[in-house]
């Protein structure tokens, strides 16, 4: 009997100290999608929109020129809300199925608060058009004709990660299973990068997975210009936009398993202006700190790579406000800490301290 206990014992605590064994992790695949290139190509064509620059867009216009008077394309000048880096090419993914491309009906559910940006039934309408502008303007032949270039862009990418141990540096940081597949997508037009968390609203018909955009325009520092042609090599920005975009899929677990600790402290967002300001932007607290949380990771990763300084990597932000102390409290503590098994088990740990420097004050 006592060995039956002892064997019981071992096993327990090898679930709990391996859980990254028991809980293989979703994959990690790179691609352009081809409702991205379609939604942005129409974007581009309105000459309203914010796009990146590269040779690529003088061969958009010159196979696109027959069609800059297309309905989908008027009607991207006149929507409710401006076209910018981020909103509505986000939702790009509704479009599915390629090479026989469809639209799915897009739910206000799961969207992250994106659906207040503009009417549901608007967005759905000028989606319409633009898959009827890819059938009237042969977008299927355009993809297709280029996708040996986009093939490269991925390659390129791949490469980039692989050397700079991308994947498996943060893998190591983190010590827990991304629970869904990742699709990091590269947008050569795209003047932003963001991610994800949630296709359900998008689009139901696809298999849920985090998706990330990867932005030319952020990946080349903002030098990107029409006369160079487009490359996805990997940059300075590159473990940025991996490190910190991927790190959602990590925390949006712990976060959802957390959210009573972080809504005790939601009285930040009401004594610090910043905060308040910062929180309704993102849609709520818990993703204001989210965000800071990841980006307070991302920098020790950065620093312990060589990357930054120690100086740039605990250095206040106007957006991040809380990651720089949070980034050192995450170096001594965890970082150099082997005791805790993953960042969830230390995570109750840094919020508890966090707490303590920012004690809640009497209203007056």
Partial sequence: MRFFQVATTIVL????????????????????????????????LSDTAQVAESTYNAEVIQYFAPYRRHPAVLAARHLSRSIS???PVRLSWAFYG??????ATMQPEHMDGYEQEMPMTEVQAYFRQCLQFAQDAHFVAF??????????????????????K?????????????QKTVALTLGVLNCGSYAMSDMRGINPKLPNQYTIMVSYHQLMLSRDTLTKAPHFYPTIQTSQLVWHELGHTYLTAVFARHQMEIKQLA???????????WSEVRGSWSNFLNENVTQAVTSVLKLRAGKIT???????????????ELAEMIEQQ??????????EEYFPVLLRDFAKKHPATAAK
């Fill in 13 to 44: 605590c090898l679930n709990a100290w391996l859980p990254s064994l028991a809980q293989p992790s979703a994959p990690v695949r790179v691609l352009v999608h081809p409702g991205t290139e379609l939604l942005q190509i129409v974007h581009l």
């Fill in 267 to 277: 009285y930040l967002a009401q004594q610090d202006p910043r905060a308040k300001h």
């Fill in 166 to 178: 991308l994947l498996e540096t943060i893998d190591q940081f983190y010590r827990l299973p991304r």
């Fill in 334 to 343: 965890y970082k150099q800490n082997s005791r805790y098994k993953n960042f």
């Fill in 310 to 324: 120690r100086a740039e990597a605990f250095a206040p932000d106007d957006f991040y406000i809380y990651s720089a």
């Fill in 143 to 164: 993809y297709q004709a280029h996708a040996p270039q986009y093939a490269s862009w991925v390659q390129e990418f791949e490469t980039g990660m692989k050397q700079q």
């Fill in 85 to 87: 880096c981020d909103y």
């Fill in 98 to 103: 390629f090479p026989n491309l469809k639209l």
